[in-house]
């Protein structure tokens, strides 16, 4: 899923950040495109396939949509994207050569995600334990992005059975570690476990992040993650469910360029060797034998009349015990770089 440079796939969630209006989704889309990000995903769902007028809304998003009263149902109302908006935004992204990605929420979502030529989907993480839901994507799409938020390693297992029983290839799936609260409390981060996830599983790993702030994120590249997942918003004052746990833009932007240059720093060949621009340095920074007094010749090397200075181009501390005991074949200066001649 990587692209041909390998830079880690950015995914910069919108969500349901625009709060139901399409200009907020367009100005959303323009600031993913000045960060710089891969992706720019939303969020693809007819509320009342996703959720029955029973359940309850989570208590963060009563707190962030300041709302107690209204039902989960009625608030995603609120959120829904329709069909002519997502053709908008995908015409909009194309303009401004963005890829426009989304997260379908139910069978009909699949099915309408795919009609709008995805081949790629993602899999949010309350759907992780939905048989046919899963069934459907694996043979819908031909990329899989799993969240696992709230999930056991099971689960994980058995979701990813589902996908290969399906016909999705192993190196086709990318497997996001996550945690499923908003903002999360770093102590329950545990990224550790998406090198777990990709020590039991073989995939590509990821993780999509609900702290606070950007640097779990850039860990997470540094430990080996090959997708970022991260919810941003114009701003985190808004009223709806998931602006506080939201990047700004100009946070979007620090976290894009803090990832590519991590991205930078951890690649290469993994050998400890010199690299090309700190060589030009070994004769400025390291030391070689020299005159600590006159030496006249004939007068044997010693720790009386030797030292160890900068630069580094003559002969390397390391042969000390070798030229202690030699005899000087000239006349040395204090400081002057000692010769051994043969």
């Known amino acids: 899923m990587s692209d041909k440079n390998k830079n880690v796939i950015i995914i910069a969630e919108a969500g349901v950040n625009h709060n139901g209006s399409i200009e907020n989704a367009f100005k959303l889309v323009d600031a993913a495109v000045e960060a710089g990000v891969d992706y720019v995903k939303f969020q693809t769902f007819k509320a009342n396939k996703l959720v029955s007028n029973k359940a309850k809304k ?3 998003q009563i707190e962030n949509t300041n ?8 608030m995603l109302q609120r959120l829904e994207l329709s069909e002519s908006a997502h053709e908008q935004l995908i015409k909009y992204c194309n303009s401004k050569n963005i ?6 929420f139910d069978l009909d979502s699949l ?10 989907v993602k899999i949010p993480s309350g759907e992780i334990t939905n048989l046919p839901y899963l069934r459907n994507a ?3 799409f031909k990329k899989i992005i799993l969240s696992t938020g709230m999930s056991t390693l099971e689960e994980v297992r058995d979701a990813l ?3 290969l029983d399906n016909g999705i290839l192993r190196e086709n799936i990318t497997i996001l570690h996550c945690n499923t609260e908003y903002p999360t409390p770093m102590k329950d981060v545990n990224l550790k476990a998406m090198l777990h996830i990709q020590k039991e599983f073989g995939t590509l790993i990821g993780y999509s992040d609900h702290t606070l702030g950007i640097e779990v994120p850039i860990a997470a590249v540094a430990l080996g993650a090959t997708m970022i997942e991260k919810h941003f918003t114009l701003d985190k004052n808004m009223k709806g469910p998931d602006h506080k746990a939201s990047l700004d833009p100009d946070e979007l932007k620090a976290m894009v360029s803090a990832i590519r240059n991590i991205e930078s720093a951890v690649s290469g060949t993994g050998l400890k060797t010199p690299s090309e621009s700190e060589m030009k340095n070994i004769t400025i ?3 070689s034998i020299i005159a600590k007094t006159r030496i006249a010749k004939g007068d044997i090397f010693s720790e009386e009349n030797l030292t160890v200075k900068r630069p580094g181009n003559g002969i390397s501390p390391m042969l000390w015990d070798t ?8 006349d040395f200066s204090a400081d002057d770089l000692i010769v051994i001649e043969n």
């Open 161 to 163: 059975k589902v996908f």
């Open 111 to 120: 099915d309408y995600l795919l009609s709008l030529g995805m081949q790629m």
């Open 138 to 140: 694996a043979k819908l």
């Open 99 to 104: 890829n426009f990605f989304s997260t379908a």
């Open 67 to 74: 709302n107690n009263t209204e039902s989960q149902l009625e």
């Open 323 to 330: 030229v202690i005991g030699k005899i000087a074949t000239r």
């Open 58 to 60: 989570a208590d963060y």
């Open 285 to 287: 920074a390291r030391k």
